[in-house]
């Protein structure tokens, strides 16, 4: 009842009947390890996919942080600048009517 087919140089699949009589492909020893490679090299790629999703999300992250850590140095510059220039503008409006005051 077992029944076998027999390949020529192990290139293609030998046919073999199982217990139950149905048959069923036995494929050689290097089409699965290249099947095998083959699904490993596609896992390892998707992983390296989501890696890489996952490491430009955190260089965008630092990126972002340097990026308002910049922005809050140069808000306080501005203010520190504005605040000297309405200082400056106060000084001169106090100044200016005790000149007025003084040349009429």
Do not use: F
């Not at 942080?65 to 503008?89: F, G, P, T």
Request: hydrophobic letters at 35%; proline letters at 5%.
């Amino acid at each position: 009842m077992a029944q076998e087919t027999s390949t020529t140089h192990g290139l293609l699949p030998t046919m073999l009947s199982s217990p139950l009589g149905s048959p069923h492909c036995c494929y050689p020893l290097q089409e699965l390890s290249r099947v095998a490679l083959r699904q490993k090299q596609q896992r390892e790629q998707h992983y390296a996919h989501i890696n890489g999703i996952k490491i430009h999300n955190q260089w965008c992250k630092i990126m972002r942080m340097a990026k308002v850590e910049e922005l809050r140095k140069q808000v306080e510059i501005l203010s520190q600048n504005h605040e000297r220039e309405v200082d400056r503008k106060d000084a001169l409006v106090q100044v200016k009517p005790a000149y007025t005051m003084n040349s009429a």
